[in-house]
């Protein structure tokens, strides 16, 4: 994504390359990490559109950003990860036919069981967090090709780098723990993330993809937005230690907000927070030595895109975007 940004100057949060006329969809940008990544990305002067599987709480996500960001151009569409059918409607109702950036951000995690699932059978973390952002991708691979140089943002977790996959039981039918199947998840949209890193290349597309990672990000450390997000004082004191090793919301978008801006991050990168992965400005980190086997990748792929019931060869594509 081409932006006003000087190449030597050093990356300020605070002051972010101006991104006029740049499209980028947020998923689950109604709420959390993703609400302050839309809202950053207004303020550096994006075009905005919030994925959103409830159109209330994305109104009111807009109106938040427009009363605090002048002349922001937010939209909002409607988008639930967890029902496969609804995804080529909602990206048919994007508008322009061309998107900069996407950041895969919205998320769903259960703390405890029973196993639950989506609307088409898969366990309800796996289906929405990877399999609906991966069939997503195919129906925006048109639109992203579009874009002088479009991008994916994978949104990833600090939870799943001591993890590893189960390809025999992807969707945890035979095990299921809902803290473990979360960090699954999470980490096969990382790989999936730097999977599409490998194909786009290969195959000279324009299209770049990054992993990014936003740390710990507490509602409790971050600032109101009311009626999106509202704090107590008594929460705010309270979350207060915390902040020694973790962060609010508003800067765990920075990681996906930099990899959305910055020319310099480069495809096939992963970044997170400067301190301990945890906090902080967002570095580029080593790639995570799991995510580094490819072969994993390609089996997960494969297997994911049979679940879709979706051509592995998608991004070869063909299919204009009209
Ligand atoms: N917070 C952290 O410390 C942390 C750490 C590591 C990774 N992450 C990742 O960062 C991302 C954002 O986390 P967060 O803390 O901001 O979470 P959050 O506050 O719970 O927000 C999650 C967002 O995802 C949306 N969502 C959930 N299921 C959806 C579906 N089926 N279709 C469309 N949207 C859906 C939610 O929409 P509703 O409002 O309708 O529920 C909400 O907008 C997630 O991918 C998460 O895994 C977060």
Redesign the pocket.
């Given at each position: 994504m081409k932006s006003t940004a000087p190449r030597n100057r050093p990356w300020d949060v605070r002051d972010l390359p101006r991104a006029e006329g740049k499209n980028v969809l947020v998923?689950?940008?109604?709420?959390?990490?993703?609400?302050?990544v839309a809202e950053q990305l207004a303020g550096a002067g994006a075009v905005v559109t919030l994925?959103?599987?409830?159109p209330a709480?994305a109104e009111a996500a807009a109106g938040s950003i427009r009363a605090r960001v002048p002349g922001a151009e937010v939209r909002h569409v409607r988008?639930?990860?967890?029902?496969l059918s609804s995804l080529e409607h909602a990206v048919g109702s994007l508008g322009p036919c061309r998107l900069d950036a996407v950041v895969?951000?919205?998320?769903?995690?259960l703390d405890d069981p029973p196993r639950r699932e989506?609307e088409d059978g898969h366990e309800l973390m796996f289906g929405?967090?990877h399999l609906?952002h991966l069939a997503l991708t195919r129906w925006l691979a048109p639109l992203l090709t579009q874009a002088p140089a479009g991008r994916i943002v994978t949104?990833?977790?600090?939870?799943a780098k001591s993890e590893r996959l189960d390809l025999d039981d992807l969707q945890s039918r035979e095990d299921y723990v809902p803290k473990r199947a979360?960090a699954r998840?999470?980490l096969a949209?990382m790989y999936v993330g730097l999977e599409l890193a490998r194909r786009l290349g290969a195959l000279g597309s324009p299209v770049s993809s990054v992993v990014v990672?936003?740390?710990?990000?507490?509602?409790s450390l971050t600032p109101a937005r009311p009626p999106v997000h509202r704090r107590t004082s008594g929460e705010r004191l309270r979350g207060l230690p915390a902040a020694l090793v973790?962060q609010g919301?508003h800067a765990?978008a920075w990681p996906a907000v930099r990899a959305v801006l910055d020319p310099r991050v480069r495809t096939g990168e992963l970044w997170g927070p400067r301190a301990f992965g945890l906090r902080g400005r967002p570095h580029r980190e080593a790639v995570w030595s799991q995510l580094t086997d490819t072969a994993v990748a390609s089996q997960l792929w494969s297997a994911s895109c049979e679940l879709l019931d979706i051509d592995p060869e998608f991004l070869r594509g063909g299919r204009a975007c009209s």
């Open positions: 998923t689950g940008g109604n709420a959390g990490i993703g609400y302050f994925g959103s599987r409830d709480k988008l639930d990860l967890a029902d895969h951000n919205a998320g769903v995690a989506t929405t967090n609906g949104v990833g977790s600090f939870a979360y998840s999470k949209q990672h936003p740390g710990g990000a507490l509602d973790l919301k765990g």
